[in-house]
Structures are given as C-alpha cells and as structure tokens.
Nanobody, 118 residues
Framework: QVQLVESGGGLVQAGGSLRLSCAAS????????MNWYRQAPGKQRELVAA??????AYADDVKGRFTVSRDSAKNTVYLQMNSLKPEDTAVYYC?????????????WGKGTLVTVSS
C-alpha cells in the first residue's frame, strides 16, 4: 500500500505561483512513476505532469510554466506552478504508478484545490 497526501493548494491571482507537494508513504519502493492530474469543474481528469526515474513530461498547456520535481529523501514530489491562469483552476491530484511481484496498479491522493482568480 502507498499513501499519498497532497498539500499546497489555495487561492492565487492570475500570474502568480503555487507549489504543490505530494508526500508518499508506505511501499514507496514499488513506485515507478509519480504523476500530477487535475480535474476542473465539469471536465474530465487530465494528466498534467509525469515524473519517472529519469524523465519528466508535461501536458502541452502547462509546458514552460509547470515543473515537476522530487525529493527522494523525503519521498515527496512537487509541482511548481508559475504564471498561473484562471483555466488552471482545478482539483490537483497526486498519482503513483507501482509495480511489485508481477502486479501493477496506481494509487491516488485525495486532491488539493487550486483556484486562480482573474
């Protein structure tokens, strides 16, 4: 089992910045990728950023504005969000892909709300 706890959401004006954190605990050695998703009101959940051991990837509409990083010592992944836009308003979820003993799956955090005002 892996537990994921997000923090860092809040209200920010357009053009501002926020840093989200996702603290992982439990069987963290089984994690192969850490991802950030978001879900805006009335929309489907979408992948924002992904981080594996060696690479990061971003959705087109956040490239150049968002950066995903990790602190392995703290088992924490961050999402630095700069130049925020009102359309970035959403609940942001941390997601972890895992592989162990021939099985795989993923875990989700409960999410943190980001609201960007115009």
């Amino acid at each position: 089992q892996v537990q994921l706890v997000e923090s860092g959401g809040g209200l920010v004006q357009a053009g501002g910045s926020l840093r989200l954190s996702c603290a992982a605990s439990g069987s963290v050695s089984s994690i192969t990728a850490m991802n950030w998703y978001r879900q805006a009101p009335g929309k489907q959940r979408e992948l924002v950023a992904a981080l594996t051991a060696g690479e990061s990837a971003y959705a087109d509409d956040v490239k150049g504005r968002f950066t995903v990083s990790r602190d392995s010592a703290k088992n924490t992944v961050y999402l630095q969000m700069n130049s925020l836009k009102p359309e970035d308003t959403a609940v942001y979820y941390c997601n972890a892909d895992w592989v162990r003993d021939g099985s795989s799956g993923d875990y989700w955090g409960k999410g943190t709300l980001v609201t960007v005002s115009s």
